[in-house]
Structure formats: structure tokens, C-alpha cells
């Protein structure tokens, strides 16, 4: 069941990108299937989010990729959209994971949740919950344990 009566589209609605701020960002596969428990296409998705082309002017500061979703710790560029970047990063993934294991589909779902950080504590606190998803998750013990992840702090 719907929690918004309106939808995704309410979610967005008031939703502004500030040039040069930092968001935190969420997404998951559609209908929260595995998808990444696969290493190839793991492998594959995680390419995407350190492309430079499909970020422009803005920079990925850290990032985890878990079976089911995604984390993205986002510094916005000058007159970049959130929204944009968000899609080239989801669309590109989605056709490359797709071309690899030779299929077609919606991998992504098509909603996604971002909270802009205001202060650098929250950029720390944001960081370290972010690297952390795969040991919260059961999936490493340490992080290094963990191959789909990076931060620029490394």
C-alpha cells in the first residue's frame, strides 16, 4: 500500500538542488530483487558511479553497493540537478548491467530518497554509515571484506 496518496511524484514535488551541497542519496531495484548478488553485474553498476562523464561537474565522495540498493554521498557541482545526475548514474548502470547479462528490463526503481547534509559533522556521520551498510547487513565482517564500496577519505 501506498503510504503518499499521490504518489512518488509528491515526494518530489518542492524537491531544489543546491550548487555545491552535499546529499545523501538512496535508491533501490525494483520490486528490491538482488540484483547485485551477482559479482559481474555488481562489478559492472559499481563502474558507473565514479564515471566522471555521468556526474559532470559534481563529485561521488563515497559510495556502497548492497544486493539491493544503493548509497551515494553526492557533492552537487554549479548548476547541476540532482535529479539528473541520479538518472544518468541509474540509467547508465541499468543498460551496461543489462548488455552484460544479455536482457533487457527496468533494474532500478524509479524513486529514490535524498537528504541534503548541512554540516560536516553530518558529512562524517553520513560517510561512516554509509561504508558500514555491508557490516550492518551481515555481509562482512570488516569492510575491507566488502569489494563494492569507495570513499575519496582512502
Same mark, same amino acid.
Given at each position: 500500500?501506498? &503510504?503518499?496518496? *499521490?504518489g512518488h511524484s509528491a515526494l518530489r514535488k518542492g524537491r531544489v538542488s543546491v550548487d555545491h551541497m552535499v546529499y545523501l542519496v538512496t535508491t533501490t531495484t525494483l520490486h528490491r530483487q538482488p540484483r547485485f548478488q551477482h559479482f559481474p553485474s555488481a562489478c559492472t553498476a559499481a563502474r558507473c558511479f565514479e564515471d566522471q562523464i555521468l556526474l @559532470?561537474? %559534481?563529485r561521488m *565522495?563515497?559510495?556502497v553497493l548492497m544486493p539491493d540498493h544503493v548509497h551515494w554521498l553526492i557533492?552537487? @557541482?554549479e548548476g547541476q540537478q540532482l535529479a539528473s545526475i541520479i538518472n544518468r548514474l541509474k540509467s547508465s548502470s541499468a543498460r &551496461?548491467?543489462?548488455?552484460? *547479462?544479455? %536482457? +533487457? +528490463?527496468?533494474l532500478w526503481a524509479s524513486a529514490y530518497h535524498d537528504r541534503a547534509l548541512r554540516r560536516d559533522d553530518d558529512l562524517r556521520s553520513a560517510a561512516r554509515y554509509l561504508v558500514a551498510n555491508p557490516l550492518r547487513a551481515g555481509l562482512a565482517r570488516r569492510i575491507g571484506e566488502y569489494p563494492f564500496w569507495n570513499a575519496v577519505w582512502l
Amino acid at each position: 500500500m501506498n &503510504k503518499h496518496p *499521490l504518489g512518488h511524484s509528491a515526494l518530489r514535488k518542492g524537491r531544489v538542488s543546491v550548487d555545491h551541497m552535499v546529499y545523501l542519496v538512496t535508491t533501490t531495484t525494483l520490486h528490491r530483487q538482488p540484483r547485485f548478488q551477482h559479482f559481474p553485474s555488481a562489478c559492472t553498476a559499481a563502474r558507473c558511479f565514479e564515471d566522471q562523464i555521468l556526474l @559532470g561537474d %559534481s563529485r561521488m *565522495l563515497a559510495w556502497v553497493l548492497m544486493p539491493d540498493h544503493v548509497h551515494w554521498l553526492i557533492h552537487l @557541482g554549479e548548476g547541476q540537478q540532482l535529479a539528473s545526475i541520479i538518472n544518468r548514474l541509474k540509467s547508465s548502470s541499468a543498460r &551496461k548491467v543489462n548488455q552484460q *547479462l544479455n %536482457s +533487457g +528490463g527496468t533494474l532500478w526503481a524509479s524513486a529514490y530518497h535524498d537528504r541534503a547534509l548541512r554540516r560536516d559533522d553530518d558529512l562524517r556521520s553520513a560517510a561512516r554509515y554509509l561504508v558500514a551498510n555491508p557490516l550492518r547487513a551481515g555481509l562482512a565482517r570488516r569492510i575491507g571484506e566488502y569489494p563494492f564500496w569507495n570513499a575519496v577519505w582512502l
